[in-house]
């Protein structure tokens, strides 16, 4: 009887220990993890942003849009120092970045594959002609329709890092306050024909937008 007690009281203990074990665990986990956060804090914090006002500024920070292994032969377009829009560095991979719009508040540059530059340039050129986002998705849907207009393979995809500031690190090319939202082309795709939600139900989870139309995309949100 005595020895039983005593191996309970043994097995009591080894138990107690490992959930102790576990709980520092935990805590050590929850205490890096906060280190890490704070010293990112720390880093931003120490960082000093910059004006996007070169045309050096304006091809880095457009650059920052694409994966980062494909942005040295990457094509950038968009307005240069002066204003006008043309090509700022040509390219020779898929990938076509549009660099940031100066006439626009905050931050916003987007990288998408060439086979999407058919249906992106008419975008530009309808928005140049005075027509509004509801016009210009009229007209490419029924040009898409009719096979006048070309937006690529299914699967082609658009990668934006947009933020609150034009401002950057020229160190790192890193926008200030900015984030990634990457979109996958899918034209007259469904929830049905995908399997997936039509709103999104959590940050970072992939939804459908605007299915059964030519602009219907899987959208990937950041997370918060």
């Not at 249906?119 to 016009?135: D, T, V």
Request: proline content about 5%.
């Amino acid at each position: 009887m005595k020895k039983i007690s005593i191996l309970v009281l043994i097995s009591t203990l080894l138990v107690a220990c490992n959930n102790q074990n576990e709980s520092n665990k935990t805590v050590q986990d929850r205490t890096e993890n906060k280190t890490e956060e704070t010293k990112k804090e720390s880093e931003e914090s120490n960082t000093e942003f910059r004006s996007i006002d070169t045309e050096e500024d304006i091809i880095a920070t457009a650059l920052m849009a694409a994966p980062k292994e494909s942005r040295e032969n990457a094509k950038v377009i968009g307005h240069n120092s002066d204003g006008e829009f043309a090509t700022l560095k040509e390219g020779n991979n898929e990938f076509i970045c549009l660099a940031d719009d100066p006439n626009q508040d905050g931050f916003s540059v987007a990288c998408y594959h060439k086979d999407l530059e058919p249906f992106m340039a008419r975008g530009r050129e309808l928005k140049a002609e005075g027509k509004n986002g509801k016009e210009i998705f009229e007209i490419r849907e029924k040009e898409i329709k009719s096979g006048d207009l070309e937006m690529g393979k299914a699967g082609s995809t658009l990668h934006i890092y947009y933020g609150p500031k034009a401002t950057y690190d020229p160190n790192t090319g890193n926008v200030e306050g900015a984030k990634y939202r990457y979109v996958v082309y899918m034209p007259f795709a469904t929830s049905e024909s995908t399997g997936l939600p039509t709103t999104p139900t959590a940050s970072n989870h992939p939804w459908i937008m605007d299915p059964e139309t030519h602009k219907a995309h899987i959208m990937i949100s950041p997370l918060k």
